[in-house]
Structure formats: C-alpha cells, structure tokens
C-alpha cells in the first residue's frame, strides 16, 4: 500500500543488497520518520536472501551460500546488531588453513597477505613453494626486482606478483585465495578492485614483501575475530530483516519478476510480474544482466558497461560423515586447491577448488562422531560441474577428496547446491567500470544500483553497497 503524499521507493532484488537498501530507505537503525518513504521490494524467485541460504542438514541449520562474513569491515556486524542479533553473533572457531602443494595439504605460513608473503623465512620453511618458488622469494629479499610501470590506476593482480615473487607464488598461494574468493583467476584481475595495497606495495623501493607488509600490518594477538556467522544461519539475518521492515511498512512482492520500467513523469513505472508500480525512484540490486536488460532502452552506455561483466558459477557439495572416515586430524578451516594443479597421475585437473572443515570452522554445528565438509567446484573458465548430474558431481567429490584429504567409505549424507552465475569478475579497471555505470545511472534520476557486481562482493561490501544507493537517492 503507498501512501498518499509520501514519495515511494521500489528496490528491484531481494537478496542482501537490496534488502540492506530497504533498510536504509525505511530509517536505517534509527527507524522511520515521518519523511520516511513507501518502500516496496520486488523480487524475481520466490525467497528473500539471494544467495544468503541455510537449509537443515544432518539435523542442524547448515549454510549453503556464504557461511559468514568478515569481521574487519563493520557493515555486517552493524546491521546484525541494529536488527537485533547481537546474540546470535559467533566467532570462527579455529584459525588457519591448507593449501594443496607438492602432494599434500600444507598449512598456509604465517605472514601472507591475501596469500601474498610478507616474510621470507615462514613461507621458506612451510615447504609449500619448493626450492624454485623460495628463490623468487629470496631474491626479493636480497635484489629486488624494480616497478617498471611506474605509478598506474590498475594492474592484473598475477603478472604484478609474478614480477616481483615469481610464478610459484602466483600458481600455488596468490590464485587460490584471491582467485578463490571471486572464483576467477588472478591473471586478469583487477588489484585496485580486490587487493588495493598491492598497487601502493608495487611503488615503493625496495623490497616488495617489506612494502606489502608495512600496507597490510599484521593483526594483533589481541584483535577481534576475523571471522563471523550467526547462530542459526545466515538466512536469519534475512528472517529478522523481514521481519523488522514489515513492521516498518515495506511491501514485499515474490515470485514477480520485473518485466520492464518506464519513466513517468519525473519518477518510474515499473511492470512486474504482480502488476504495475509507479515511483519516485529505483534501487536495481540485481545481478548485472538483469540491470542491464532494464537500463538498455534509458541508457545505452550504462547498460553495455554492465553487459561486459561476466559471471562465474560454482556448485558446492555439503558432506556429512563419520569421524573415523577422515585418519588425519583436521587442521584449521579447510585447504584450497590450485587451478593449475592436476590429479596424481593424470593430466586432468582438479574440479574441488576448496574444501570448509564447517564442524570446525563453526563450532556451533559440530556433532560427536561426525564431521561437516563443504567442497567447492567451479571458476570462471572451469563449467565441468553444470554439466554432471548431483550423483556424478557427488562421486566425484568423494574421489577427490580420497586423494586431497585421505577419506574413506562413503558419505553419511550429501547435498550438492548449484549457483550460476553467482560471482562477478573484476578484470582491471572494473572500478573505472564501475564510476561509468554509477555516472550514467546517476544522470537519469531517481535511480540507483547496488550488489556485488560493483565494489565488493562479500557480505559487508553488498549491504555497504545496497545502503550506499538508498543514500544516493534518499
């Protein structure tokens, strides 16, 4: 129901990011005012959350998209404690992790910035590069390589640290992690967009370790956790923000897809699934082809810049079973696997990009007798997964892991969770994509975009993002 005088706000998307929107729009943690606008959240399937989801499992409330968040950026532990689950908050139960390197899971080393080394003697001494890979180390420490591009806007990420650490570096550390979190490569990844103090560590003299360390200071003993979830689920900060904006007014339409928007006057029209809306304005926090599809007839540049992005999909496979299935004690949170790897005695590479101890990591769903595994396949360039059935990615899982981690019998209890074209990829210069996008938008009036295909795609990043286009156009 709109309001007579009121302005009226719709916000496209109701995954965080536009939920995060309709939460600033309808008064934010102050709560609304009497100039606080009719907010109405239309959303294509027929869930809030996009891929904020948790499902039961082996009997308890198991993630099966981000299982938590940062803890460093405020954005998320913010709105959890403006709705009100400050108690549900829980820290990550274990630090540290592995990475698949010269036939086994080798702990990361201390010292590693986004699995770029700060230190030469904890990457040294973990084994996990080999002699070839502790020489570009060394050589960094002792005659290092000079910049040769002098000061520039954005770099790909992989020839930058090959330069100045050597390919080792990039292919067994540098490309799981950062490569791993966008579920891209790192060969044409943008630095400013995902790892800015790389390019300010690449201009000083000197060693480029040293430089990196003096930009990304080590945490203290004493620091909070880096890591948190809530309690139930990440699917319950979605719960309670319905909850809460219900009770502020905000409508919310499912299962309605927006069909096309029109200008009306100085404001929108907007034709969903569920019928027409006109207002003041928009928020688009959809994924960026959809934004682009709805922008193309208002303005061709806006939608052709969110036409270049690409998307990754990855499928992930949830695994319940018994204790004495896995010999080795587990150690930290999980292990990455590289891209370039390949299966002992093949020349096919591996399908598992990573695997989450979630028993450990969240100590919340650990049970007695029983470990919780996620493994994670799919890359951008690397669809092998969308085309196997959930038993054959399932066995594959499985066989995988028998070599990676050394399991054996047979899962308790699986579930494999597909999501296409979940993850954007920033190539170089995506942020001067993203100001050509905003500028655009900006100039049509009344609208505004937000998620994870512009300046983040984590957790904090999105609802930064969804709150971000609620001011812009507040």
């Known amino acids: 129901m709109v309001s007579a005088g009121r302005r009226c706000v719709v916000v496209v998307g109701g995954g965080i990011s536009g939920l995060a929107a309709a939460w600033e729009l309808s008064g934010g943690g102050d709560g609304p005012t009497d100039r606080t606008p009719d907010v109405i959240v239309i959303e294509a399937s027929d869930r809030l959350g996009g891929a904020l989801r948790t499902v039961e499992f082996g009997g308890r409330p198991v993630d099966v998209g981000p299982d938590g968040f940062l803890g460093r950026r405020p954005e998320a532990l913010d709105l959890c404690r403006e709705v009100g689950l400050d108690d549900a908050l829980v820290p990550i139960g274990r630090r540290g992790a592995g990475v698949w390197s010269r036939g086994r899971v080798r702990t990361l080393p201390e010292g590693l910035a986004l699995g770029i080394p700060t230190r030469w003697w904890p990457t040294a001494r973990s084994g996990i590069l080999g002699f070839r890979g502790q020489l570009g180390l060394a050589r960094d420490a002792l005659l290092p390589r000079p910049d040769v591009r002098g000061p520039l806007g954005d770099r790909s990420i992989g020839p930058l640290v090959t330069r100045k650490l050597g390919h080792t570096v ?20 943008s630095a400013a967009a995902t790892f800015p103090p790389l390019l300010a560590a690449a201009q000083r003299k000197g060693s480029f370790m040293r430089a990196l360390r003096a930009e990304v200071p080590t945490p203290a003993p004493d620091a909070p956790p880096l890591f948190w979830a809530l309690h139930s689920g990440m699917a319950s900060l979605i719960a309670q923000l319905r909850t809460t904006l219900t009770g502020r007014g905000v409508t919310f339409h499912l299962n309605s897809a927006v069909e096309q928007m029109m200008r009306s006057g100085t404001g ?18 959809q994924p960026a082809p959809e934004t682009s599809r709805l922008l193309q007839p208002h303005d061709d540049e806006a939608s052709g810049l969110l036409g270049s992005i690409d998307y990754a999909s990855v499928t992930l496979v949830t695994l319940r079973l018994a204790e004495d299935a896995v010999p080795e004690p587990l150690a930290g949170t999980g292990f990455l696997v590289p891209r370039h790897g390949t299966k002992p005695g093949t020349s096919e590479s591996w399908a598992v990009t990573a695997c989450t101890y979630l028993s450990q990591k969240w100590p919340s769903l650990a049970q007695e007798g029983e470990i919780l595994l996620r493994a994670s ?47 954007p990829q920033y190539r170089v210069h995506h942020l001067m994509r993203t100001a050509g996008i905003e500028s655009s938008v900006s100039h049509l009036g009344g609208v505004a975009v937000a998620g994870a295909a512009y300046r983040g795609v984590g957790i904090p990043a999105c609802i930064a993002s969804g709150r971000a286009a609620a001011q812009a156009i507040a």
Request: avoid cysteine; aromatic fraction near 8%.
């Open 170 to 189: 990039v292919d067994v550390l540098a490309d799981p992690l950062i490569g791993g979190i966008h579920a891209g490569s790192v060969d044409d990844m």
């Open 268 to 285: 929108w029209t907007i034709a969903a699934g569920h019928g027409t809306v006109t207002a003041d304005a928009i928020v688009l926090a």
């Open 377 to 423: 396949l799919g890359r951008f360039g690397d669809d092998r997964a969308s085309g196997w059935s959930d038993e054959e990615v399932v066995e594959r899982v499985w066989s995988e892991l028998g070599t990676l981690m050394k399991v054996q019998g047979a899962p308790l209890e699986s579930m494999v969770t597909r999501w296409p074209l979940a993850f």
